[in-house]
């Protein structure tokens, strides 16, 4: 089992910055490819960024690449997702999501565990 806690989110104006965190326990951290998935009002879920169980691998989707760095802190056991340059279409649910495997994927059945999601909210 995985537990994920996610927090940093907010209300930020057009063009800020904000750095989400996503906290793992459980199942050995490093194991475990990490995600961010999130979901805005009236929209489906969608993928963010993904980074494998080594830290290795990392891709973005095409709509934030550029603006959001996937990172993680083994150490720690915590996954960041370092968003710049926030858009008004940024405004979503931010959800972190672990997978049982180190590969990293960005379709949301691949990934077996879920954060509760924080709010972003970007202002026009």
């Known amino acids: 089992q995985v537990q994920l806690v996610e927090s940093g989110g907010g209300l930020v104006q057009a063009g800020g910055s904000l750095r989400l965190s996503c906290a793992a326990s459980g199942r050995t951290f490093s194991r475990s490819a990490m995600a961010w998935f999130r979901q805005g009002p009236g929209k489906e879920r969608e993928f963010v960024g993904a980074i494998s169980g080594t830290g290795r691998t990392t891709f973005n989707a095409d709509s934030v690449k550029g603006r959001f760095t996937i990172s993680r802190d083994s150490a720690n056991n915590t996954v960041h997702l370092q968003m710049y340059a926030l858009k008004p279409e940024d405004t979503a649910v931010y959800y972190c999501?672990?997978?049982?495997?180190?590969?990293?994927?960005?379709?949301?059945?691949?990934?077996?565990?879920w954060g509760q999601g924080t709010q972003v909210t970007v202002s026009s």
């Open positions: 999501a672990a997978r049982s495997s180190i590969l990293a994927r960005s379709t949301p059945s691949d990934y077996d565990y």
